[in-house]
DNA sequence: CGCTAACAATTAGTACACTAACGAATTACT
DNA sequence: AGTAATTCGTTAGTGTACTAATTGTTAGCG
């Protein structure tokens, strides 16, 4: 393939994926500003909601992130009343990230963001579930 | 579907879009620091490779960006010296962004980009496109 | 036992990205 | 013609992300 072709191709890949991802984060803005979270915030409390407490460096691991971005993003979420922070008792290194009453109780206010998110896209359930598959391997081959 | 399933986090596809597009980007990084660009730097120069001049809102419009996260990083392209930027004379609102000799020559070493991304993927280009076709359309149901 | 290596989280510095507000220029309408 | 509505780019403010350096803690080895 020619060099010029391969510029293009990538160009198609790399910039679908950059462009698709800030357009569907863009998709959950109106759906989580009334819970009062961002994307990101977003992806820890589902974290949270299926485990908690569980240390940054866990949650880092669920989320492919780095400690370093989670740190201010879980203060945050801490200013807001929905989780605590709080050292390990076995090991003062770690920090024990736990949800809160409300943390816990906002839980049943998220769990229509997902038909939204679904039926403002319009597509088929099947296509989107075989797109979360091919992002997963991709994903998976990238690290 | 009860909703413990709906919020799983292995299910959703907006962390595996996320999640996807931070650690691909990721892979650039270093093959394009050589270059010195960052990953949207680089989606500007293949869009002025592919065509310049062009103006501020037609790079956005390419790149499914506004014209505000674009406008300071055209400014960083302008101090290395890769592009020039200037008001049209027929349109003093808008701004022609061009490539300078030394952006036109970048283009030779942006060449080999996309073959070192593919290899270090090791994915089937054949998988590739059809992830690309995948986001494209997800990112045609987004907007 | 003490020193060092490894580890967890935080911080500093740079660069995006979004919304909203703004200033300057152009077009449209009466 | 002249005001109003649009359009284009920039800026301010908030919130991620990344790398690298830092602080504090634990574990391992001679």
Redesign the interface.
């Known amino acids: 393939m020619p060099?010029?072709d391969?510029?293009a191709?990538?160009?198609?890949?790399?910039?679908?994926?950059?462009?698709?991802?800030?357009?569907?984060?863009?998709?959950?803005r109106p759906v989580l500003e009334p819970l009062g979270l961002t994307?990101?915030q977003y992806?820890v409390m589902?974290?949270l909601?299926?485990s908690s407490p569980r240390t940054v460096r866990n949650i880092g691991e669920?989320?492919?992130?780095e400690p370093a971005p989670l740190s201010p993003l879980l203060k945050r979420l801490e200013a807001a009343g929905l989780i605590t922070r709080s050292r390990k008792v076995d090991d003062e290194r770690s920090l024990d990230v736990e949800l809160t009453v409300a943390g816990r109780a906002l839980?049943s206010r998220?769990?229509g963001?997902?038909?939204q998110?679904v039926e403002?896209?319009?597509?088929p359930v099947a296509?989107?579930?075989?797109?979360?598959d091919?992002?997963?391997?991709?994903?998976e081959?990238?690290?």
Request: proline share 3%.
């Open positions: 060099a010029v391969a510029l191709l990538d160009r198609q890949v790399c910039f679908a994926l950059a462009a698709a991802s800030r357009s569907v984060i863009g998709l959950y994307h990101p992806l589902l974290a909601w299926e669920a989320l492919a992130l839980r998220a769990e963001v997902p038909a998110i403002r896209l319009g597509m296509e989107l579930e075989a797109t979360r091919a992002l997963t391997r991709l994903l081959a990238s690290r």
